[in-house]
């Protein structure tokens, strides 16, 4: 095994024979890996996606746009339900980012989705539904939680919205380490990411502490994930934090490091609990976030991420109908 139980990787699978090598403990389902998964030749995962092409319920749809909504939904659940029989824990379903300002609209596609699960035999403790952080998906998240149904809060790049995510009771709560960094080495005006630049932290790091301390100080039942790592010492670094999305360079590079036997792997916990409980807030960072509060205090780092995230996740769900449009209907259908 290649990481302790304080790294988990929780991989978007895009190549599958490296399930052997790197097994993941979780994995993701998104309209970019369909589209990967339509360029391949014949495997499972374009099996259940040519069965989504072929689901009477969908083909029966009048309406076009319809139609090839429900087609994306079956072909997301149908690959999610061959992902749940290959990783031990919980496959992560993209919610439509064109639903990301309507907390009404995120919860009712949740419940098509969790009832389309249910159709194929993956029960709700292994699935959660991966919704954008804004305002109105943390408000379908609350509601959601409220229900039992697990979800996945992304596009998080503030401390504002990992707090407010962790009020709401979001089950994962998703930081994109890497590209917070990136924001900054070519942007600045930023509150949150200079005050970490002038402790000489990196701020994507300091974010991921942060977030980690708050939730853990304050006992609510989230887990943190960190994305977008971009080497081992990143890897080091985050040690401790509930979940890590690790790249497979980054792992291989970490096998493959020169250091003595007694040394390899032998990590040191950066983030714990016992560290949590001494960090401390102040008193605005304490506060009960609403939808005002939390859009004055969102920077223009996670102003301009969390638009740049929806906009490259909308693209995508619209090149899936794209290709579903031309392909269907599939030969005998």
Not at 265 to 279: E, G, I, N, W
């Amino acid at each position: 095994m290649l990481c302790p139980a304080s790294v988990r990787s929780f991989l978007t699978p895009s190549f599958f024979d490296d399930f052997e090598r790197f097994p993941p403990t979780a994995a993701t389902v998104s309209s970019s890996l369909l589209l990967g998964i339509c360029s391949l030749p014949d495997t499972i995962f374009r099996n259940s996606v040519d069965m989504a092409l072929a689901d009477s319920a969908c083909c029966g749809l009048e309406n076009p746009n319809a139609r090839l909504a429900c087609f994306s939904n079956k072909a997301l659940v149908n690959v999610g339900s061959e992902l749940a029989k290959l990783v031990p824990g919980r496959v992560s379903t993209e919610v439509d980012a064109r639903l990301a300002y309507d907390t009404h609209g995120i919860v009712r596609e949740v419940h098509d989705l969790l009832k389309l699960y249910n159709e194929v035999d993956v029960p709700p403790e292994r699935v959660l539904f991966k919704i954008p952080s804004t305002w109105q998906g943390i408000e379908a998240s609350r509601l959601l939680e409220s229900e039992g149904i697990q979800t996945h809060l992304t596009f998080v790049y503030s401390f504002p919205q990992a707090a407010a995510a962790a009020q709401a009771g979001a089950s994962v709560i998703q930081i994109f380490v890497g590209r917070i960094r990136d924001w900054a080495r070519t942007h600045s005006g930023d509150p949150e990411i200079e005050a970490a630049l002038k402790r000489g932290e990196d701020p994507g790091l300091a974010l991921v502490t942060k977030a980690y301390n708050y939730i853990h100080k304050n006992g609510y039942k989230s887990k943190l994930m960190a994305a977008a790592v971009r080497n081992k010492q990143d890897l080091f670094n985050l040690l401790g934090v509930d979940y890590i999305i690790a790249p497979l360079k980054v792992l291989q590079s970490l096998k493959e490091s020169v250091t003595a036997p007694d040394e390899k792997y032998s990590f040191v916990r950066r983030l714990s609990p016992h560290s949590a409980a001494t960090y401390n807030f102040s008193e605005e960072e304490l506060v009960k976030w609403d939808q005002l509060s939390l859009a004055s205090a969102m920077g223009p780092a996670a102003v301009e991420l969390l638009a740049a995230g929806l906009e490259g996740y909308v693209d995508q769900a619209k090149r899936v109908e794209e290709l579903f449009g031309k392909i269907w209907p599939p030969p005998n259908v």
